[in-house]
Nanobody
Framework: QVDLVQSGGGLVQPGESLRLSCAAS????????MGWYRQAPDKHRERVAHITTRGTTNYADSVEGRFTVSRDAAKNTLYLQMNSLQPEDTAIYFC??????????????WGQGTQVSVSS
C-alpha cells in the first residue's frame, strides 16, 4: 500500500508561482513513476506532469515551459513547481503513484488533492 499526502497550493495572482509537494510512504520501492493531475470545475481530470523513477519527465502542452516536476528520493517527496500561473491553471491538483506492468503504467494511489486558484 502507498499513501500520498499533499501540501502547498493556495490563491495567487496571474504571473506568480506556487510549489506543490506530495510525500509518499508505504510500499514505495515498487513504484515506477509519479505524476500530477488537475481537475477544473466541470472538466475531466487531466495529467499535467509525469516523472519516472529513472527521471524521465513528460508535460501537458498547456504547462510545458512553466511547470517543472521533480522528486527527492531521500525525502520520498514529489514536487510540482508552477511558474507564470494563469487563471486557466485554476483547479484541484492531485498527485498519483504508479506501477508498471506489461509496459503500461497504472495508478496505485492518489493524493487527497489541493486547490490552486489564480485570480487578480
Amino acid at each position: 500500500q502507498v499513501d500520498l499526502v499533499q501540501s502547498g497550493g493556495g490563491l495567487v495572482q496571474p504571473g506568480e508561482s506556487l510549489r506543490l509537494s506530495c510525500a509518499a510512504s508505504g510500499s514505495i520501492d515498487s513504484l515506477a513513476a509519479m505524476g500530477w493531475y488537475r481537475q477544473a470545475p466541470d472538466k475531466h481530470r487531466e495529467r499535467v506532469a509525469h516523472i519516472t523513477t529513472r527521471g524521465t519527465t513528460n508535460y501537458a502542452d498547456s504547462v510545458e515551459g512553466r511547470f517543472t516536476v521533480s522528486r527527492d528520493a531521500a525525502k520520498n517527496t514529489l514536487y510540482l513547481q508552477m511558474n507564470s500561473l494563469q487563471p486557466e491553471d485554476t483547479a484541484i491538483y492531485f498527485c498519483n503513484a504508479e506501477k508498471l506492468s506489461g509496459g503500461h503504467y497504472y495508478t496505485v494511489a492518489w493524493g487527497q488533492g489541493t486547490q490552486v486558484s489564480v485570480s487578480s
